[in-house]
């Protein structure tokens, strides 16, 4: 007898999900039978991926979404809602970073990463938390009250890593963001975790493995080796179905023992 995770008439959000870890996750969670909305501001990229989502048998819908923008959150919010149906679970994934000093950040670098990583991602989470409260309170239509946020944070931001230090501050902050989330939305069934994933391959940062500098990088890694996105899919269903009903507030690093 099989153990079965079904996320089946579940709509689920995925914020940058035009690549890397988010592709990875728009697909698993269509595989597990929820209809995904893909947002990102790559629209091209979406609509291919919602091709290859179809292809498997999956439902996939695209909308445009620029995190750093809140008329851009609460129109594709919207939008989401109108054409697919109440947002059950959001996957708040929408990411970026750069490699210097501290000594060498300029105000332009941390606005970049703060507004994406810490701003953009409470504010979607917010957008999509205020529906769920709304359906749970009674004063909005769905079948399906209470909900799952899962905010990717990152190893970094339990982990102070050289060369990314605000980056590690960004997730640092998204962490305690799920934690407050968790206190606040819990009572009404609308549970809030957070991924913290190590180093996973994906093909943005492919080619910086087969670098002198990656591989060093993965020799003084816990067991040598970094992971696949395919190695956060488990964690990530698990996280986003009606089983983790007790799963709230929960910070859960996923890199193979990196942080320990």
């Not at 990717?152 to 605000?166: C, N």
């Not at 939305?185 to 492919?206: L, S």
């Amino acid at each position: 007898m099989a153990y079965e995770l079904d996320l089946s008439g579940r709509v689920a959000l995925v914020t940058g999900a035009s690549s890397g870890l988010g592709t990875q996750f728009a697909k698993t969670l269509a595989k597990a039978g929820a209809a995904v909305v893909l947002a990102s501001r790559r629209v091209d990229k979406l609509k291919e991926l919602r091709t290859d989502i179809e292809a498997e048998g999956g439902s996939a819908h695209v909308v445009a979404l620029d995190v750093t923008d809140i008329v851009s959150i609460k129109s594709a919010v919207a939008h989401a809602e109108t054409e697919v149906g109440p947002i059950d679970i959001l996957i708040n994934n929408s990411g970026v970073s750069t490699t210097q000093k501290l000594t060498d950040v300029r105000e332009e670098d941390y606005d970049f990463i703060f507004n994406t990583n810490t701003r953009g991602s409470f504010f979607v989470a917010q957008e999509v938390g205020k529906r769920m409260l709304a359906r749970a309170k009674g004063a909005a239509p769905g079948t399906y009250t209470g909900g799952r946020i899962v905010n990717i944070a990152s190893m970094a931001g339990l982990k102070v890593l050289p060369q990314i230090g605000v980056y590690c501050m960004s997730k640092a902050a998204v962490v305690h963001m799920t934690k407050a989330m968790a206190v606040e939305w819990g009572k009404y069934g609308i549970n809030v975790n957070a991924i913290c994933p190590g180093y996973i391959d994906t093909e943005i940062n492919h080619h910086h493995w087969q670098t002198e500098q990656g591989q060093k990088l993965v020799q003084m890694l816990p067991r040598k080796r970094i992971g696949k996105a395919s190695d956060l899919d488990a964690l990530l269903v698990m996280l986003c179905s009606k089983e983790s009903d007790f799963i709230n507030g929960a910070v859960i690093a996923a890199d193979d023992g990196f942080g320990v």
